[in-house]
């Protein structure tokens, strides 16, 4: 049986509230209690699975920057199988996760944004996960991905500026030259009165 929107609201096995919106694209198979909630990350009865500690979402924002936060909606998932890890399981279950962010159309970033993430990373941001087992940990590698690839986009290095070496910084390159050099004349043989 396919879950839908519907069900999600109504539900008792339904998914905390930033994932509810992904129910519908879940497959839970008869007879197996809460097998497509068990994708989302769940223990199969409606407690969520154990967070990520450096989560970027942000009640249905991906915080990439202080002034740049992307909602959920604008990501678009796709899912399909993976072939790493798993044994069995990698067989029957979709676990790799293709996120995709469409930059050219995004209505949330502004248009300096927008102009250097277009001029660094093109009109659309693909990014891949694989690396975990279960379709919800590579969920949230996928966008720690995207958010550090955004981020990195963004960033503006400043120009350096050139500074001159302070007057107590003077001195004290040349006290320890003079130290230095004191240090050299003590090493040498002493002179031979003859």
Not at 61 to 67: A, D, I, K, N
Not at 72 to 89: C, K
Not at 94 to 108: C, G, W
Request: glycine share 10%; proline share 8%; charged share 30%.
């Amino acid at each position: 049986m396919f879950y839908s929107e519907s069900d999600a609201l109504t539900s008792p096995y339904a998914p905390p509230d930033p994932l509810r919106r992904f129910v519908g694209r879940f497959v839970a198979t008869e007879g197996v209690r809460g097998a497509g909630l068990r994708a989302l990350g769940g223990d199969g009865r409606g407690r969520p699975a154990g967070r990520v500690a450096s989560q970027p979402m942000d009640g249905g924002l991906l915080r990439v920057s202080r002034t740049c936060a992307i909602p959920i909606d604008e990501l678009e998932w796709t899912f399909t199988g993976s072939g790493g890890p798993g044994g069995q399981h990698a067989n029957t279950s979709n676990t790799k996760v293709e996120l995709r962010f469409d930059i050219a159309n995004s209505p949330s970033l502004g248009p300096r944004q927008r102009a250097r993430l277009l001029d660094r990373l093109g009109p659309v941001v693909r990014v891949t996960a694989s690396d975990r087992r279960s379709q919800h940990q590579n969920r949230e590698l996928a966008l720690e991905r995207l958010r550090s690839r955004l981020a990195a986009a963004l960033h503006i290095t400043p120009p350096r500026k050139n500074t001159k070496p302070s007057r107590a910084a003077k001195r004290a390159r040349i006290d320890t030259k003079r130290q230095h050099g004191q240090l050299k004349q003590l090493r040498r043989r002493p002179a031979s009165d003859d």
